[in-house]
């Protein structure tokens, strides 16, 4: 794909099916005429240039390739109604003639909101997201999940048999339902982000392209709902979390801690992204939401030895009391320990650890590994590093929890 | 007496080759037996409800995977069980599926007055009513009593009607058709750990609205409640 293409693909793609949808309510008719108008911006664009506004080009361009459809099809009722009302919005010239994008609504909203429905299955929202949104295509989705690709294809079929059969809307919730709605959107996202950012099984610590896309796909949504302090504190969580990606690991793939970061490698564009998206979070003002402090303990984290570890805990806190999860108490117990040393955070995972907290997980034993190498009470760190080394899965990691293992139990493992 | 009838499909079995429900239907409307009924979209695009400590559960497919599922209801008129039954036996899915018939509770929730007609046009859902073994035991008259819901959808004319189900295994039994012979298994459908206590069928503007109406409803609490939308003509 040539570069104006791509990029075209990344910024336009969403927004054609998003029409697509709205107008045909019919999800594989979109995607496909989508898929079509793309195909044909290839070879065109290559030959006549990119057009003025491409999107408003590829949106004709669909259109017309879905009221071809339909006609060929035509034989119910609700399909001629909705090739009448593609063909109101039919621009009266040859595909070149194409509607200004200011004619067109938005449409990726609703869009967002329906793939993120909770009547469909948490993966499927995801793989759906990815599909309709981003315009991966099924091979790469089924890929990112490590599932077969004629798996991920059936999933995504039934996924849009239930949004057409048990009649999800295609539409923003309003009133009581947007902030639990909202929240589901923001949990998809991150999820879409975290899983390019750290997968839960393999050996890649990054998958990139998922949470380019995931970071993408947020700003789309900041700039689409404006008025959300936790779309903005979503926003900023991820960039300033994918600003030290090129630090996280060495060239050979190895995990390195936030300490020891080279922070010539933090991405500065990014940091400073996420700081103009905190402080717009901060402008709109009330109570912090998890997303917004998660940023925040990131934002302080970006500021290298000056960060305040005070400033974080007091974050932690906050969170610890909105979100009740064993990996925001681990989280601040770490926290604990970075600002009130190794002993004062030891006692706050021995109290998580009493709760039965985080069973068959390595992120408690490798806490506490850490904290005993730190108070210089390397035996017991040895055992705890054994501990965690039995419970992880991720190569990486592995990898890492072997190298601090070796730092304080030097010599031959037994 | 009425009684309610859900229509259990295996997949597992060959659809019979003489599966013609219209016969069935006919003798229904000359008998006057059969009140109405509708098939339901499979599983596959259920959606259950559960509401716990006040906050709603909305999850993907049926209240149980089951491997003879609900495809249908039909709402019947008989003098007895037996009669019903007679009747069920000689529905097509018999022969490759089961046939539960469950007596409604008439009177468990009071009728009204000026009861205004459901909307015209919608999406309708059968809600299937599935409480917990143990949560229901919580339930008191008061938390239990789906009086104050019925009155509230009727008045938002997003009600197509409803009923508990009476569980004694006088008031149901299943019925399946195997190699010519009729079998009656007497009682609820026995496949499930929790059985289904009442249905309503609703209309409504969409999912969301469904969705919305099934968490208010008390069975949520105690129970899960599967949306299931029925097949649109």
């Known amino acids: ?414 | 007496m009425q009684y309610l009838m859900l229509v259990r499909v295996d997949p597992d079995l060959p659809v019979a080759a003489d599966a013609d429900v219209e016969p069935w239907v006919e003798e229904g409307a000359r008998t006057g037996m059969r009140l109405d009924g509708n098939p339901a979209e499979d599983p596959s695009t259920a959606t259950t409800v559960r509401v716990r400590d006040g906050e709603t559960l909305v999850s993907d497919g049926p209240f149980a995977e089951v491997k003879e599922y609900v495809a249908g209801y039909d709402r019947l008129q008989a003098d007895s069980l037996e009669q019903a039954v007679a009747y069920a036996a000689k529905h097509p899915v018999a022969k490759f599926g089961a046939i539960e018939v469950r007596q409604v509770w008439e009177g468990f929730v009071d009728d009204a007055d000026d009861v205004p007609a459901p909307r015209e046009s919608g999406v309708d859902y059968l809600f299937l009513h599935v409480p917990d073994r143990e949560l229901i035991k919580t339930a008191t008259r008061e938390t239990g009593d789906p009086t104050e819901w019925v009155r509230r959808i009727e008045q938002r004319r997003a009600t197509l009607g409803g009923d508990r189900l009476r569980d004694e295994p006088d008031t149901s039994a299943t019925v399946r058709v195997r190699n010519g012979e009729t079998l009656i298994t007497r009682g609820p459908f026995a496949e499930t750990a929790e059985q289904i206590a009442g249905f309503d069928l609703v209309r409504v503007d969409d999912l969301d609205e469904a969705l919305e109406l099934a968490a208010t409803h008390p069975t949520s609490r105690i129970g899960a409640i599967e949306v299931r939308p029925l097949v649109m003509s």
């Open chain 1, 1 to 414: 794909m040539t570069e104006p293409l791509a990029a075209a693909f990344a910024d336009e793609w969403g927004r054609v099916v998003a029409t697509l949808v709205r107008v045909t309510g019919d999800w594989a008719l979109a995607e496909d005429a989508a898929a079509e108008a793309f195909a044909a911006a290839a070879v065109t664009w290559q030959r006549d240039g990119v057009p003025r506004s491409p999107g408003a080009w590829l949106t004709t361009v669909a259109r017309n390739r879905a009221l071809d459809r339909l006609r060929r099809a035509a034989t119910e009722r609700s399909a001629l109604e909705s090739i009448a009302a593609l063909q109101e919005t039919r621009g009266s010239g040859g595909e070149e003639d194409a509607v200004e994008p200011d004619d067109v609504p938005d449409d990726r909203l609703r869009l967002v909101f329906t793939c993120c429905h909770p009547a469909l299955p948490l993966e499927t929202r995801v793989a759906l997201t990815l599909r309709t949104l981003c315009g991966l295509t099924v091979d790469e989705i089924a890929a990112a999940f490590g599932v077969a690709e004629p798996a991920m294809a059936k999933r995504l079929v039934r996924a849009r048999q239930k949004i057409q059969r048990a009649h999800i809307p295609y539409r923003v919730p309003s009133g009581a339902a947007l902030p639990e709605r909202l929240a589901g959107v923001l949990a998809v996202l991150y999820l879409l982000f975290t899983e390019g950012y750290a997968p839960s099984g393999g050996d890649d610590v990054v998958r990139p392209s998922l949470s380019g896309e995931a970071i993408r796909l947020t700003r789309v949504l900041a700039t689409l709902m404006p008025g959300e302090p936790e779309v903005l504190g979503l926003l900023a969580l991820e960039v300033l979390q994918d600003s030290r990606r090129a630090a996280r690991t060495t060239a050979d793939g190895a995990l390195v801690p936030l300490e020891e970061q080279d922070r010539g490698r933090w991405d500065a564009d990014r940091i400073a992204e996420g700081r103009r998206a905190l402080e717009a979070a901060d402008r709109l003002g009330g109570p912090a939401g998890p997303y917004l402090l998660q940023a925040r303990i990131a934002a302080e984290h970006a500021r290298g030895d000056a960060a305040d570890k005070h400033a974080i805990l007091r974050s932690y806190d906050a969170l610890v009391s909105l979100t009740p999860s064993p990996y925001v108490a681990l989280a601040r117990a770490i926290a604990v320990g970075a600002a009130d040393g190794p002993d004062a955070g030891l006692g706050a995972l021995a109290r998580l650890r009493a709760t039965g907290a985080l069973p068959g997980n390595h992120y408690l034993p490798a806490a506490e590994a850490d904290l005993l190498r730190r108070a210089g009470r390397h035996g017991e760190a040895a055992a705890a590093y054994r501990s965690a080394l039995d419970l992880v899965r991720n190569g990486a990691e592995r990898d890492f929890l072997e190298r601090r293992l070796a730092e304080v139990a030097p010599g031959p493992r037994p």
